[in-house]
C-alpha cells in the first residue's frame, strides 16, 4: 500500500511501542509499506523528533539515525503545486501534496477530521488501527 505518515503517527509509534502507530513503523522497517516523503515533510518529521518529549528520549544523533532510516525506506518526492491552502493547517498541506504527489492509496494520521477534503483527491484518509484493521492484522 502507498501511504504517506502524518507526523503524528511517527511521533506515536515513537513514543510508545505498544500502540499501531508502532505497528505502522514496524510495516515501514519490513517494507510492507511504501512509503513517500517531500523535503518539507522531511522537515516536519524533524521537528517532531526534536521536541519534548521527544527530545528528551532522543539525542541528536538518535534523531538523525531515525530520519536516515525513514529516507532509506521512503521514496524522496518533488512536489511542485501551487492550489495551497487546501486544508486549514499548512503542515497538514505537507502532507496531503506529498500523498498525491506519491499518488497514495491514504494518508495514515490520527487526526482525520483535519483531512477532511482529501478525498477529492482520490486519497483515503486512515487511522493507523483502521489501515491494520484493513490489512487484517488487528
Known sequence: MRVVLDSNVLYAGLYSSKGASYL?????????????LSVGLYEEYSDVLRRP???GDFTDEEAESVL??????????DVFFLWRPVLKDPKDDLVLEAAVAFEAHAILTHNKKDFSGCEKFGIKVLTPGEYLKKKGKR
Open 24 to 36: 505502522v513503523l514496524q510495516d515501514l522497517a519490513n517494507s510492507v509499506l511504501d512509503v513517500g
Open 53 to 55: 518529549p521527544l527530545s
Open 68 to 77: 536516515d532510516f525513514i529516507c532509506s525506506k521512503a521514496k524522496l518526492l
